[in-house]
């Protein structure tokens, strides 16, 4: 079993939608999770850290589910720009190094 | 304030031929990543310096990968004897060394050919 799954898509929905992304992954001890942006031939930036409770940064809003070891990712009134690939990320503790999932891929058409 | 700058941005070279790359981390960051990134692939972790301790070099692939990281800066990942399965993006990253919540900023990465 892969260590963080994601369905890499792609989602082809049109402006204004809501779109939803999930992952999961398999190490019951990880500690930090994350969502990176990927825009083609472009280095991975981080989008947003996912917290136990849940976070919202403006359009987007994640959550956490450690008992499922589930993470999902919500984009509402999805723009144009947000067309990417977004990496499920997960981490052990300290400062060990990121585990990443192959991505799911959105775009958005006008 | 200046981010993580790798080079060169590109690389193409004969199989068997040795190659160096180079990333400077942000300053202040003492904790720096390699990853690799082949195509249609996630990324994928090679080696892992923090401060003055032994790198993590669980991810190497092969004894024909290398890495330093002199004065707890720059780092050179060299790769000898190149292959064609070499041919990735190469990218780097690094971080404050604080708490398992530090994100990691990387790189624009050196797109390595292998012909």
């Known amino acids: 079993r892969k260590e963080v799954e994601q369905d890499p898509g792609p989602f082809n929905v049109p402006e204004g939608a809501t779109v939803a992304f999930n992952c999961t992954y398999s190490?019951?001890?990880?500690?930090?999770f994350f969502w990176y942006r990927q825009d083609c031939r472009k280095e991975p930036k981080l989008l947003m850290s996912v917290y136990s409770s849940g976070n919202e940064d403006g359009r987007f809003t994640a959550q956490l589910n450690r008992a499922s070891q589930y993470i999902s990712l919500l984009i509402r009134d999805s723009k144009l720009s947000d067309s990417a690939t977004y990496l499920c990320v997960v981490r052990g503790s300290g400062n060990t190094p990121l585990v990443f999932g192959k991505g799911t891929r959105l775009s958005v058409i006008a | 304030g200046a981010g993580v700058s790798q080079s060169p941005s590109n690389k193409v070279t004969e199989k068997g031929k040795d190659v160096e790359l180079r990333c400077d981390p942000i300053?202040?960051?003492?904790?720096l990543y390699w990853y690799r990134q082949s195509l249609g692939q996630g990324l994928e972790f090679l080696i892992y310096f923090q401060g003055n301790s032994a790198p993590d070099k669980s991810g190497l692939p092969s004894d024909r990968f290398s890495a330093e990281r002199t004065g707890g800066s720059v780092s050179t990942l060299t790769i000898q004897r190149t292959q064609q399965e070499d041919s990735a993006v190469y990218l780097c990253a690094s971080s404050l060394i604080q708490g398992s919540n530090q994100p990691q900023h990387f790189g624009d990465g050196t797109r390595l050919s292998i012909l």
């Open positions: 190490n019951s001890a990880s500690q930090s």
């Open positions: 300053s202040g960051h003492t904790a």
